[in-house]
């Protein structure tokens, strides 16, 4: 059974960084598209960035602050989060699917894993 675990999240001060994993079990992350969502209270989720073989895409809210990359010796997706914002304060969510483009749409990934609280003070 496919099994995403993130970890890295915490509490970080505003304009701090953090990296954010996501690992599996039963999963090969190059075969399928992974992305990370977001959720806040009281906020729908969102599409924050994805990757796919040599593609990446991102919000435009994180868009030069963010990177997503791939891990193979990992087999892991990380998340590297630079110059955090009190707006970036979440529950982060890895996701993936099977095919090759990269979707916003949190409807359309069938693997999740359970969230990573990132809290970002002022």
């Known amino acids: 059974q496919v099994q995403l675990v993130e970890s890295g999240g915490g509490l970080v001060q505003a304009g701090g960084s953090l990296r954010l994993s996501c690992a599996a079990s039963?999963?090969?992350?190059?075969?399928?598209?992974t992305a990370w969502f977001r959720q806040a209270p009281g906020k729908e989720r969102e599409f924050v960035a994805g990757i796919s073989g040599g593609s990446r895409d991102y919000a435009d809210s994180v868009k030069g602050r963010f990177t997503v990359f791939r891990d193979n010796a990992k087999n892991a997706v990380d998340l590297q989060m630079s110059s955090l914002k009190t707006e970036d304060t979440a529950v982060y969510y890895c996701a993936a699917r099977g095919g090759r483009r990269i979707v916003n749409s949190a409807d359309l990934y069938g693997y999740w894993g359970r969230g990573t609280q990132v809290t970002v003070s002022s």
């Open positions: 039963e999963f090969t992350f190059s075969s399928y598209t």
